[in-house]
T-cell receptor
Framework: SQTIHQWPATLVQPVGSPLSLECTVEGTSNPNLYWYRQAAGRGLQLLFYSVGIGQISSEVPQNLSASRPQDRQFILSSKKLLLSDSGFYLC??????????FGSGTRLTVV | GDSVTQMEGPVTLSEEAFLTINCTYTATGYPSLFWYVQYPGEGLQLLLKATKADDKGSNKGFEATYRKETTSFHLEKGSVQVSDSAVYFCALFRFQGAQKLVFGQGTRLTINP
């Protein structure tokens, strides 16, 4: 069966510090991968998606970047966090015939 | 481009009340439509889905019908429980290309005993 792992679950980081959130998928190959963010009191915004290794598309200009070094690994990064980067980050994967599955999320608080 | 609009929240109801959360969409072609639920402190779970016009998705007493003529996918439940308190997201999805989910802004539902 397919599973998606996302960590850490909770993170508190100071302004200006770097960020690395990791997401891995098991049990499938060549999935589409996604990073979404949910800011406090707001809906879900697609940040990045990837249809293959090294292929990253950005939906919204921002202080974040994404990378896909392996087929089933998707990383969200920042060199210097801003207060506005606080939120709930969700990784997801999809593949034709499998629908869309979300990870459990990372709650990031920038202080 | 594609978009989804949900009714503004928060919505507060008493237990056993009837629930409707409105959702309308703008899209070309024939997207699939979904309702996701987010319980406090958790990620998103698929609640129900419909893949073509006039399909009715249902799960846990919730229902939604894909109405192409009104471009709507309203969520309903006949008798809500306290445990239904959560944030509900309507979304559309295309099985082409990057297969991006487009979400509505979410509706926070609180059920009082």
């Amino acid at each position: 069966s397919q599973t998606i792992h996302q960590w850490p679950a909770t993170l508190v980081q100071p302004v200006g510090s770097p960020l690395s959130l990791e997401c891995t998928v098991e049990g499938t190959s060549n999935p589409n991968l996604y990073w979404y963010r949910q800011a406090a009191g707001r809906g879900l915004q697609l940040l990045f998606y990837s249809v293959g290794i090294g292929q990253i598309s950005s939906e919204v200009p921002q202080n974040l970047s994404a990378s896909r070094p392996q087929d089933r690994q998707f990383i969200l990064s920042s060199k210097k966090l801003l207060l506005s980067d606080s939120g709930f980050y969700l990784c997801a994967w999809s593949r034709t015939g499998y629908g869309y599955t979300f990870g459990s999320g990372t709650r990031l608080t920038v202080v | 481009g594609d978009s989804v609009t949900q009714m503004e929240g928060p919505v507060t109801l008493s237990e056993e009340a009837f629930l409707t959360i409105n959702c309308t969409y703008t899209a070309t072609g024939y997207p699939s439509l979904f309702w996701y639920v987010q319980y406090p402190g958790e990620g998103l779970q698929l609640l129900l889905k419909a893949t073509k016009a006039d399909d009715k998705g249902s799960n846990k007493g919730f229902e939604a019908t894909y109405r192409k003529e009104t471009t709507s996918f309203h969520l309903e439940k006949g008798s809500v429980q306290v445990s239904d308190s959560a944030v509900y997201f309507c979304a559309l999805f295309r099985f082409q290309g990057a297969q991006k989910l487009v979400f509505g802004q979410g509706t926070r539902l609180t059920i009082n005993p």
